[in-house]
């Protein structure tokens, strides 16, 4: 089945600083991946939709200046937190599109962000 | 526009007894349903989908559920649930992916 991948798995970080998370299609190419953010015991809220090639759709109340994404090729999209706070710690979690729209969306594993 | 709904946050089952997981959805376009599971500090897992053809899908995991269009449902079922399958379990519509709240199933021996 299809992979994907996120990398790192958990990181920590001072306020301030910038992090960014890695997220790769391993078997297949991607033209659409997503970033989910995830409270703890909440539902996935949708970030932004990332497109190869193009600039990232960001869904309302998600500050696109503070979460830069690119989507530079067909297996890999990378979500920056820029100038961290507390407040931004969260699971954040990406998938990919294995055909389409339609289709069926992959989950990487998540990445634990706490910012000190 | 696209929602789902689930109508139950939490459901104690004991082991080997059945489970069923509720789902009803809103959609005004063809409906692609999925089920995925989560357990604790990972991503999501697909359990199974529905995109077109016979109403009752198979998933992974001995897990199955059924596409009822008169009554907007995709409830997920397992005749026999174990231990290992304690965990959060979103229902999902597409086009652009709408999750439910999640169902936590806490499974006890």
């Known amino acids: 089945g299809a992979v994907v991948s996120q990398h790192p798995s958990r990181v920590i970080c001072k306020s301030g600083t910038s992090v960014k998370i890695e997220c790769r299609s391993l078997d297949f190419q991607a033209t659409t991946m997503f970033w989910y953010r995830q409270f703890p015991k909440q539902s996935l809220m949708l970030m932004a939709t990332?497109?190869?090639?193009?600039?990232?759709?960001?869904e309302q109340g998600v500050e696109k200046d503070k979460f830069l994404i690119n989507h530079a090729s067909l297996t890999l999209s990378t979500l920056t937190v820029t100038s961290a706070h507390p407040e931004d710690s969260s699971f954040y979690i990406c998938s990919a599109d294995e055909q389409g729209p339609q289709e069926t969306q992959y989950f990487g594993p998540g990445t634990r962000l706490l910012v000190l | 526009a696209q929602s789902v709904t689930q109508l139950d946050s939490q459901v104690p089952v004991f082991e080997e007894a059945p489970v069923e997981l509720r789902c009803n959805y809103s959609s005004s376009v063809s409906v692609y349903l999925f089920w995925y599971v989560q357990y604790p500090n990972q991503g999501l897992q697909l359990l199974l989908k529905y995109l077109s053809g016979s109403t009752l899908v198979k998933g992974i995991n001995g897990f199955e559920a059924e596409f009822n269009k008169s009554q907007t449902s995709f409830h997920l079922r397992k005749p026999s649930v174990h231990i290992s399958d304690t965990a959060e379990y979103f229902c999902a519509v597409r086009g652009k992916l709408q999750f439910g709240a999640g169902t936590q199933v806490v499974v006890t021996p």
């Open positions: 990332s497109n190869e090639g193009s600039k990232a759709t960001y």
